[in-house]
């Protein structure tokens, strides 16, 4: 702990644990256990004891070691945890959703949303900024997350990055099929702001989105992603499958929420994928 013994001030950023969201496993021992600190350069063996009854689901995991949770998972530590079951439903349980499912041709597609708010510094150690306020790295800087000098509440925003998908920056799927079942087991494994999940088609002849900085972004999906909200039907909330698919054109996802989705792409063609939560910088 810090020196002056007060746990709430940020601490212990070269130490973790692991911790998931969702699991009917124990909290204690070596098992999800947040009060379990493992040291740099330490190997640490869990068990996670998962019932054989357990529902099947989406879930995630990330460090949860008080003082440093924020700033680790900032820097990109997290992931899938999924559980397939075989469950039948009932006229009084939901079952597991993998045995409607099975035999369909359904695309299975993890979406893990990140927000790294990786930022420069100067020699004296100041934030490195644009004119406008945005995070700016020099060329042969690379960006860090060592503190939270970096991010604070609101300024998602001035960092000028985009949320990241499974690690990568504006991503595509090459794979995606027009007229095929999809479900997107979405997580959103950032700390501060909503994602707010929409599809709508491409206009045909749009430029790269590759080349478009975030603080063009709002202007470049206004001329390029003109059509209407594709519907998809969410079959699961935060690992728990619904008693019934809900019709939506709009995903909103908190830090932490997991949600399933059933997605088709009624035609061929490109497709964007928007976060309308985003706010323009």
């Known amino acids: 702990c810090p020196s002056h013994g007060n746990i709430n001030v940020p601490h212990w950023f070269n130490r973790t644990n692991l911790h998931s969201h969702g699991l009917w496993i124990s909290p204690t021992g070596n098992s999800d256990n947040v ?19 357990h529902p ?3 879930f995630w995991y990330h460090p949860h070691l008080h003082g440093s949770t924020a700033l680790q998972v900032s820097s990109g530590m997290s992931g899938f945890i999924v559980i397939r079951g075989d469950r039948l439903p009932t006229p009084e349980t ?5 045995t409607l499912l099975a035999g369909a041709e359904v695309e299975e597609r993890l979406v893990l949303l990140q927000q790294n708010q990786y930022a420069c510094f100067d020699a004296n150690g100041t934030l490195s900024t644009n ?7 020099d060329p042969g800087q690379v960006g860090v997350i060592e503190g939270y000098a970096n991010f604070s509440p609101g300024d998602w925003g001035a960092s000028g990055r985009y949320t990241m998908i499974n690690g990568e920056v504006l991503p595509t799927f090459p794979d995606a099929v027009a007229g095929r079942l999809e479900r ?3 997580a959103h494994a950032g700390i501060r702001d909503t994602v707010s999940l929409v599809f709508r088609e491409k206009r045909a002849g749009a ?19 003109p059509g209407a909200p594709l519907p998809a039907f969410a079959l699961a909330e935060d690992g728990l499958t619904r008693a019934a698919l809900d019709e939506r054109t709009v995903s909103v996802l ?13 035609e ?11 706010p323009a910088t």
């Not at 004119?131 to 790295?137: A, E, M, S, V």
Request: contains cysteine; negative net charge; proline residues 6%.
């Open 56 to 58: 099947s689901g989406t």
């Open 131 to 137: 004119p406008d306020g945005t995070y700016r790295c």
């Open 184 to 186: 997107w087991r979405i």
């Open 268 to 278: 061929e063609g490109a497709y964007c994928v928007i976060d309308t939560s985003a």
């Open 207 to 225: 430029g790269d989105f590759a080349a478009v900085a975030a603080a063009d972004a709002d202007a470049w999906i206004e001329q390029n992603c």
């Open 35 to 53: 009060l379990i600190s493992v040291e740099p350069g330490v190997s640490f063996q869990y068990e996670w004891n998962i019932p054989a009854d």
């Open 94 to 98: 939901d079952g597991d959703i993998d």
């Open 254 to 266: 908190q830090p932490g929420y997991r949600t399933d989705l059933l997605v088709v792409f009624p």
